[in-house]
């Protein structure tokens, strides 16, 4: 079964620090994987999206890596600001016949205090 | 405008009722989804219009659930005698392209059910 899982649930830092959530997928045949970035109340907004060529991937302080042997993913956030408080949802793009399928992660919760 | 828009924001109904949800996807936007996001989870995928064409609507829980997306532009989610479990955000999203898992969605800002 097509599946993503996320870890940790939630994550509370404090400003200026490093933190990293994690992706494992059970996603086969793979497509690409993104990483999408929704703030409380707003849609998602994507942040990184990956085909299975690629290792890593920034945009801005947002790192992106990804290791299609162990079918796992992380997102790095450096230097974290007050602003990337919002939960984080790791997608994945399966194909399916002619089409592919997104299957979604529940997402990480992250707080960043001052 | 320059992003996907959803009317209204917030929708109180009571249980029953039935509601319509619109979305206006970005402009010469193919791809059109529907997803519901329950508080905590994840969005789940509902349909998938590209174009006018519904060609996926695997997603939709159950025959009380109705897309539509008559002139392949704006689109309406329409549920009908509304149960509690119906109460979640449902988002809509477009993307230029007719591969829509590849290339990047955008989304709306949603619109938060409340069925009473």
């Known amino acids: 079964k097509n599946q993503v899982e996320q870890s940790p649930q939630s994550l509370i830092i404090l400003e200026g620090k490093n933190c990293t959530l994690q992706?494992?997928?059970?996603?086969?045949?793979?497509?690409?994987l993104r990483w999408y970035k929704q703030d409380t109340g707003r849609g998602p907004v994507s942040l990184t999206i990956?085909?299975?060529s690629e290792n890593t991937k920034s945009n801005g302080r947002y790192t992106a890596t990804l290791d299609a042997d162990t079918k796992q993913s992380s997102l790095h956030i450096t230097a974290s600001q007050l602003s990337d408080s919002a939960s984080y949802i790791c997608v994945v793009s399966a194909y399916a016949g002619n089409n592919r399928k997104l299957i979604w992660g529940l997402g990480t919760s992250l707080a960043v205090n001052p | 405008g320059a992003g996907v828009s959803q009317s209204p924001r917030y929708k109180v109904a009571k249980r029953g009722q039935d509601v319509a949800l619109r979305c206006d996807p970005i402009s010469g936007h193919v791809s059109l989804f529907w997803y519901q996001q329950a508080l905590g989870q994840g969005p789940e995928f509902l349909t998938y219009f590209q174009n006018e064409a519904q060609l996926d609507k695997s997603g939709l829980p159950s025959d009380r659930f109705f897309a539509e997306r008559p002139e392949g532009s704006v689109s309406t989610l329409k549920i009908q005698r509304t149960q509690q479990e119906d109460s979640a955000v449902y988002l809509c999203?477009?993307?230029?392209?007719?591969?829509?898992?590849?290339?990047?969605?955008?989304f709306g800002p949603g619109t938060r059910l409340t069925v009473l």
């Open positions: 999203a477009s993307s230029l392209a007719t591969d829509p898992s590849y290339n990047e969605q955008f």
């Open positions: 992706c494992n997928y059970t996603v086969s045949p793979f497509s690409n």
């Open positions: 990956m085909t299975f």
